[in-house]
């Protein structure tokens, strides 16, 4: 999931709850594939990939799971939820073939960079490594957490386990579960409970990433108890396990997100407090490479294209079938695009990405 250096300072601060338009979100659910190719989502399965032994144990099995001639085919096969559902109700950007682009500006092209950018609106050049150290900008998360109406309704839940310091959650005083950290916040539940029993007994396939089957199932089940209006998920297997050069476990863990974000949605859909009220905001936090071919491994300010990378919106203030907005789009205007859904005002100290205004309603 990462890569290397340093970091620094840079203070970013929200002003106060603004009484501008009404929109009918009242909560957001942002979510995050790490390190997941906008190739793969707009084109489906690299034709390049899914039947290179260098780079898949099993091309049979994968092409049975993953392989249509039609690239439209291949792109619902392997994210059926984001093609049935998304690009009919909502909006994807970033698909480069047709004019659609979105991409990072801040210069390093790897995750922590990268998660400041989108929690933030302000790409920090001092934030220059994955190091472990409390950001000292104030994310959207954090800022709507100081505000009255939205106070104890924040909360981030993440397989890498560097969230704790990219939201500065000492600071927040959100609560952040990421890594191996088990369920600790208020009275657990029985499925809670569970988790923590079943989480310590399976191998960790990686040292600081959890499987994201944990990650999903905590931020759930945390969902359903304690109805925040602002939650982050942060799914992180499809970054590792292309680092892994893992191509057969990089599309599955895609697919499996996908399955993953249509639980949520379909569960907020059949619930008074989320059910047209409700904007999902998916992303990731970095592109990969192409070519060479195995530059599909990798990213940061190296690698060509790493910088390319995607958004997909629903909900109800969000025209919907739009799946290629041809534009020129930042990440950094994702911070502000949830502070106008949410109706808060948040302003960073420099640099900060507007709103995506192409994502609400024209009459609003």
């Not at 500065?168 to 009275?187: D, H, M, Q, T």
């Not at 892994?244 to 895609?254: I, N, Q, S, V």
């Not at 070519?291 to 060509?304: Q, Y």
């Amino acid at each position: 999931m990462k890569y290397f250096l340093s970091f620094g300072f840079l203070f970013c601060i929200g002003l106060s709850t603004s009484a501008q338009t009404q929109f009918k979100t009242e909560n957001v659910i942002l979510i995050t594939l790490d390190g997941f190719r906008w190739q793969e989502l707009f084109q489906g399965a690299d034709p390049k990939l899914i039947a290179n032994e260098e780079y898949v144990s099993d091309t049979a099995e994968l092409r049975s799971l993953f392989w249509k001639k039609d690239t439209e085919d291949r792109r619902e096969v392997l994210m059926p939820f984001f093609w049935k559902t998304i690009a009919k109700e909502g909006q994807l950007y970033g698909n480069r073939q047709q004019g659609s682009l979105v991409n990072l500006k801040n210069p390093y092209w790897f995750s922590y960079p990268g998660y400041n950018e989108i929690l933030t609106g302000h790409p920090d050049q001092s934030i220059d490594s994955n190091d472990k150290i409390p950001n000292k900008n104030i994310t959207i998360l954090e800022y709507a957490n100081q505000q009255r109406e939205f106070k104890g309704k924040v909360a981030a839940f993440a397989s890498w386990d560097v969230f704790p310091y990219i939201i500065n959650e000492e600071r927040a005083g959100i609560p952040v579960n990421a890594g191996y950290e088990l369920a600790k916040e208020g009275k657990l539940s029985a499925k809670e409970k569970w988790l923590n029993q079943v989480q310590p007994l399976l191998p960790g396939h990686w040292s600081t990433v959890r499987f994201d089957a944990f990650t999903h199932l905590y931020a759930l089940e945390y969902l359903q108890k304690e109805k925040p209006r602002l939650l982050y998920i942060s799914y992180g297997e499809t970054d590792d396990f292309a680092h892994d050069g893992d191509y057969d476990e990089y599309l599955k863990a895609a697919h499996r997100t996908d399955q993953f974000i249509k639980e949520l949605w379909e569960w907020t859909q059949q619930q008074k407090a989320y059910k047209g009220k409700t904007t999902f905001i998916i992303t990731t936090d970095h592109g990969r490479g192409t070519e060479p071919l195995d530059t599909w491994k990798s990213h940061g300010d190296e690698v060509p294209g790493a910088d390319q990378v995607w958004w997909a919106i629903i909900g109800p203030d969000t025209p919907g079938g739009d799946a290629a907005v041809q534009e020129q789009f930042y990440q950094d205007q994702l911070a502000n695009t949830i502070a106008k859904l949410l109706n808060l005002d948040y302003q960073a100290a420099e640099s900060k990405g507007k709103a995506n205004e192409k994502a609400f309603h024209t009459e609003q």
